[in-house]
């Protein structure tokens, strides 16, 4: 194999590797193994257990965030953010000090900055683990959902979210999006995903789960979340569905907060258990926990994070489940509000988790484990449970064999032409149409050649173009129209909404881009005197499809999901006719005015 990047941490070759990791595969005999490569037998991992220091099996129950794009040098604001969080300098002394199992990529913590990049560090941090003493393969994760939340940026592929994928309604192409989304990470090093998302939204004042979830139908979420995890361990990255028990129904975000699901056990076994169930079937190779409380499953008042009942009860001994359980991130208020942060790995790890991620202070967490084993409140053979689930999905994903990747491997697969074209055929038959009044779509070039695209604008997700207006109206340009872009804001103030007016005098057609519009918000305003202009008006919902109920007199009304460069060149060609709309509603959306009427039920969608 060749050195990665920039050549700066050399590739070890297979034998170097198999040298490193003595005692582990050069000693174990394979045998057959039912994940996506031969697994060692248990009786060899146990022995491997049987060697490691209680300090190192505490480690390898964490995944911890490090701040920089090099394990051994990092720019020094990354060194000085890791000095004051973590007490380390690097990924490198991270890896020496706590002998952590598993890394999560962010691109806020600068991981994710180019793919050559990104292989470089994953190498370099394969490599600090192993020249441990009993050195391990260390598991790099990270959350790359796609749509609104991507780690991975340009020029890697990036496909729509899962409620476009949801409106598309295609097992094939989310198969397809995770066969891909797959094979590019498992190029960087990266093996294991934090999706995809098995929440059912349906709860459209959600603020945290929302068009991250495959839409209201738990039958038909259940069916997208098996092929995606299908697609995405057929290229040898384990697939994590979350948040479980269902974090769907929520008007709460577990990140600021500590919400409460009140479903009755009867309505989460038909509606939140049901995609769980599936991807437990699919063979599932992680499932992420919920910071929630469900009183129905567990009356205690714990998150389920910290839930016995729920995580062995429920997920363990009913549904059948025996692989890794890892926590949402341990710095979310919704699992510190009851227990303190020495409290809540010890409590995880009581419950029946396996991976501990992201802890406030690694240091609190890594010794209050410690401590409990010392202590006698967790057992040594507790913790061994879960390393072996831990190593048998390393081993599974051929991590102990061959944990390194190469620049070769990184050009031959990462943002390829055939990738690219495979995520824009995706997203043609994701784009949804909710209302056309006298087929004003598709807009004709000679009766509507100038549009002025203007709309919110909110921050683009990691990686893509952005802003939404400029994406658009490039697009359209591209498509034979003369397209402008000016950006109004989520809030626009009544001398941005006089501007936006005064500019559609000099257009044939207005393209609005919406962004979670309330009853009280000034989208509408906007919007509603855009109108007011006698201009033709298309509006398209960046992010909630249920933006439709809040403009009642808009002409023309397009979902597009997510405000991804992907997404938004998908739903120009379908406004210029170049691609018909074929979304349907995976939500349904209410009446403004009288929540309890539906005015679009899931499955609607109009074309032409």
């Not at 807009?443 to 997700?461: E, F, K």
Request: proline share 7%.
């Amino acid at each position: 194999m060749h050195g990665a990047g920039t050549g700066s941490t050399p590739t070890p070759s297979r034998r170097t590797v198999l040298a490193a990791t003595a005692g582990l595969t050069t000693a174990l005999a394979l045998t057959p193994g039912t994940s996506h490569a031969a697994v060692p037998a248990d009786g060899r991992l146990r022995d491997l257990i049987s060697r490691m220091t209680l300090e190192e099996k505490v480690g390898q129950l964490f995944v911890m965030r490090v701040y920089g794009d090099s394990a051994t040098d990092p720019d020094q604001a990354d060194i000085d953010a890791n000095l004051q969080e973590i007490g380390v300098r690097t990924a490198a002394e991270l890896i020496a000090k706590y002998r952590v199992g598993g890394i999560i990529y962010f691109a806020w913590a600068h991981n994710t900055r180019d793919p050559h990049q990104i292989a470089d560090l994953s190498n370099g941090i394969q490599k600090a683990s192993l020249d441990q003493p009993r050195g391990l393969p260390v598991l790099i994760a990270t959350d790359q959902e796609h749509g609104i939340v991507a780690r991975v940026g340009k020029p890697a592929t990036l496909f729509p979210g899962a409620m476009a994928v949801g409106a598309g309604g295609s097992h094939a192409d989310a198969r397809t999006l995770g066969r891909i989304s797959g094979a590019e990470l498992h190029a960087l090093g990266i093996r294991q995903d934090y999706s995809p998302d098995a929440d059912v939204n349906v709860n459209p004042a959600n603020p945290v789960i929302g068009v991250r979830s495959f839409g209201a139908d738990p039958d038909a979420v259940a069916g997208l979340v098996a092929a995606e995890v299908k697609g995405y361990q057929s290229s040898g990255v384990a697939a994590t569905a979350k948040h479980f028990p269902g974090h769907g129904d929520t008007a709460v975000d577990s990140h600021f907060g500590f919400p409460v699901i009140t479903h009755s056990r009867e309505l989460w076994e038909q509606l939140d258990a049901v995609p769980f169930r599936a991807a437990i079937r699919a063979g599932i190779d992680a499932i992420m926990t919920a910071h929630i409380m469900v009183p129905a499953l567990d009356d205690s008042g714990d998150p389920a994070t910290l839930s016995h009942p729920i995580l062995t009860g429920i997920l363990r001994e009913e549904l059948g489940y025996d692989g890794v359980v890892v926590t949402d991130s341990l710095g979310m208020e919704g699992v510190r509000q009851k227990y303190g942060d020495d409290r809540v790995p010890v409590l995880a790890l009581k419950a029946g988790v396996d991976q501990l991620l992201n802890p406030p202070s690694l240091d609190v967490a890594w010794n209050a484990v410690l401590q409990a084993v010392r202590s006698g409140e967790l057992t040594e053979a507790r913790l061994d449970e879960s390393l072996l689930r831990i190593l048998r999905l390393k081993a599974g994903l051929g991590l102990l064999e061959r944990p390194f990747v190469s620049d070769a491997g990184v050009d031959r697969t990462v943002g390829i032409p055939a990738h690219l074209r495979a995520a824009d055929r995706i997203a043609d038959r994701t784009t949804t149409l909710l209302v056309n009044d006298r087929r004003l779509l598709p807009l004709s070039r000679r009766t509507h050649r100038r549009v002025l695209v203007i709309g919110a604008d909110p921050a683009s997700p990691s990686g893509t173009d952005g802003p939404p207006t400029t994406v658009l109206a490039d697009a359209l340009t591209g498509l034979g129209f003369t397209a402008t872009a000016l950006s109004t804001g989520t809030a626009p103030s009544p001398a941005t909404i006089e501007k936006a007016v005064a500019a559609a005098g000099n257009a044939d057609a207005v393209v609005v881009g919406t962004y979670n519009v309330t009853a009280a918000s000034s989208q509408r305003t906007l919007v509603n005197q855009l109108i007011g202009t006698g201009k033709p008006v298309v509006a398209i919902a960046l992010r909630n499809p249920y933006d439709v109920a809040q403009l009642p007199d808009v002409e023309a009304f397009l979902a597009s999901y997510s405000w991804t460069d992907v997404e938004l060149r998908a739903a120009a060609r379908v406004i210029a006719g170049r691609v018909r709309p074929r979304g349907k509603l995976p939500v349904p959306v209410q009446r403004a005015d009288d929540p309890a009427q539906v005015l679009y039920p899931v499955g609607f969608g109009l074309s032409y």
